[in-house]
């Protein structure tokens, strides 16, 4: 069995969690006090919003600290799919944002809403569209790069952070220009279908990875390519593969020599299993060795 990982994967994981959640702290508290000084309903909703990217990147921070915990007797394949469970979560709690945000829409075209102070919240979302759109990106490149749901997740509700807040950023902007009122509901209700669309993408992704499906076809012909290229091995057979957390499970049957010694076997699937991983990285790789059957050859 061979396991490779990248030696500033969990570092790197903690860090872009850590960044996020400190990140989403001081953006809730900024638009909260904003939309008090303003009386602005859009505010007061990206404020809302705001809170739910703190819930997420708290469930990011937790899940990739748990996920990385050591195999145990209970958990012997170890703790990966918490992060998956965790981005399935947060893409429900992506989902519950867009109810939120329509309706606030449809109340704020049906009864209206005056906002002042506009240069204050104009201020306020500029800084927030900045700034979300940076550490989205930062979590988003973090969380491809080591494979985690959870901060793919994350960084998905901070990218729709700056979508929203620009959003409003427009809306507060068109309604100090022409005095146009409705500017907010008119943007967030087309906002609305923008966040279901990335919210289904992620409930999608986290689910197939909670029920173990197979790695990428690219990565079964690196795994493919790997075996057959072995001048040694006669034949493979019952390739399994799944994801858990950030982390490849492959498992095969390969078939060697009937006259070989154990010894040989062995080095035959150690050199395979550590081409395994270094073709998928990270992985966990298990081969099962089998002699070659005549019997079996010709049927």
């Known amino acids: 069995m061979q396991a490779i990982q990248h030696p500033k994967t969990e570092l790197l994981k903690r860090q872009a969690a850590s960044v996020s959640l400190a990140y989403n702290i001081v953006l809730t508290l900024l638009k909260v006090a904003a939309a008090v000084v303003t009386g602005s309903v859009s505010l007061l909703s990206e404020a809302v919003h705001s809170a739910t990217d703190v819930v997420a990147s ?3 921070f937790l899940s990739v600290r748990a996920a990385a915990a050591p195999p145990d007797e209970d958990h012997p394949y170890g703790h990966g799919k918490i992060e998956s469970l965790a981005g399935f979560g947060e893409s429900i709690l992506l989902l519950l944002i867009v109810l939120y945000v ?10 209206g809403s005056e906002v002042q102070a506009l240069d204050v919240g104009i201020w306020v979302m500029g800084f927030s569209t900045l700034s979300s759109f940076a550490v989205g990106r930062f979590v988003s490149r973090v969380g491809r790069e080591t494979g985690s749901m959870a901060l793919c997740s994350n960084g998905q509700h901070l990218m729709i952070d700056f979508w929203t807040s620009l959003g409003v950023l427009v809306a507060l902007t068109t309604t100090k220009l022409t005095g146009w009122r409705e500017a907010d509901s008119v943007f967030a209700i087309g906002l609305g279908a923008w966040l279901a669309f990335g919210a289904w993408r992620l409930i999608h992704e986290a689910y197939h990875q909670l029920i173990d499906r197979r790695i990428t076809d690219e990565e079964l012909a690196r795994i493919h390519s790997v075996l057959r290229a072995d001048p040694d091995l006669i034949s493979y057979h019952r390739l399994r593969t799944r994801h858990s957390g950030n982390l490849h499970y492959v498992d095969v049957h390969v078939v060697v020599p009937r006259e070989w010694s154990v010894v040989q076997a062995h080095d035959l699937a ?11 990285p990270p992985a966990q790789v298990v081969i099962h060795v089998d002699p070659f059957d005549p019997a079996k050859a010709r049927s």
């Open 58 to 60: 708290l469930i990011a």
């Open 102 to 111: 329509v309706f606030e829409a449809v109340q704020r075209l049906l009864n």
């Open 270 to 280: 150690d050199h395979l299993e550590k081409q395994i991983a270094e073709a998928v």
